[in-house]
């Protein structure tokens, strides 16, 4: 009976490698260019996107060789389909070291680099952003490519963009990266992220970004001396300018939990 019943489940079940291989075949066979052919992409790619969550089957997308459609997604020009093939990137390779080999076995990480600095779209620029961060993760070799690819100043360009989201996560990643591999502190020490970070934090309105900000900064120069002695520096004025804020902040109510968490840190 319960042979019957895992029998009758299975076959009432969607099976995901027949349904991304529909998916592929579907941005293969899409014209491009036309309203038909992109919405045939866009709905293939939306799906593949659900499927590429799951670890298990995001190494099957891999084996069915699915990363075969990444070239004519990314060099779309309708930004939809760009920006959703990042994030099938980022979900596929977070956390998923075969994955992670496959991408940088195509040598996907300096196109998404590319993409972070110029593509003109903030959406897809944001979500290049998210696939080179799961790519990096807890990976050595991705880390090392990084460097290589000068993905650090592309991530301090990143923190000047006008679009706050991607501020927010480049900063975010800068920790991230930091606390992962404390070895890439010297490197971004050398490129100027503290100088970077501090006068970011001088030129924006206090707001959400600010935490981020200072979390990164945290990040680095905790065990890092060269990070500490430029924050004490008088030549960046950081001391000045937190004291200044804290005063400024003291008075106003939706900030007062946050000056007492500061203080007793």
């Not at 020490?189 to 900000?213: F, M, N, R, Y």
Request: proline fraction near 3%; include cysteine; charged fraction near 25%.
């Amino acid at each position: 009976r319960r042979k019957w019943l895992e029998e009758a489940l299975t076959s009432m079940s969607v099976n995901p490698v027949e349904r991304m291989t529909s998916c592929v075949k579907a941005i293969q066979e899409a014209v491009s260019d036309t309203e038909e052919g992109t919405e045939q992409q866009i709905m293939a790619v939306s799906e593949l996107q659900d499927w590429g969550e799951d670890l298990d089957i995001a190494g099957d997308f891999i084996k069915i060789n699915g990363l075969c459609i990444v070239p004519k997604l990314l060099s779309s020009e309708v930004s939809e389909l760009r920006w959703r093939c990042l994030e099938l990137l980022g979900n596929l390779s977070q956390n998923n070291p075969v994955a992670q080999t496959a991408l940088l076995t195509l040598k996907l990480l300096p196109v998404f680099l590319h993409m972070i600095d110029s593509d003109p779209n903030p959406t897809v620029q944001i979500k290049a952003l998210y696939a080179v961060s799961c790519l990096v993760r807890n990976n050595s070799e991705a880390q090392t490519q990084l460097l290589a690819h000068d993905g650090l100043p592309v991530l301090l360009r990143a923190l000047h963009s006008e679009e706050e989201k991607l501020r927010v996560k480049a900063t975010f990643m800068i920790s991230s990266i930091c606390s992962s591999n404390p070895a890439l502190k010297d490197s971004l020490v050398e490129v100027g992220v503290v100088e970077k970070l501090v006068a970011l934090l001088k030129e924006e309105e206090h707001g959400h970004t600010h935490e981020h900000i200072l979390s990164a900064l945290l990040t680095i120069v905790t065990d890092h001396v060269v990070a500490w002695n430029k924050c004490c520096s008088g030549e960046l004025g950081l001391k000045t300018f937190l004291t200044q804020r804290i005063q400024f902040l003291e008075g106003k109510e939706q900030f007062k939990v946050k000056i007492k968490e500061k203080r007793e840190t």
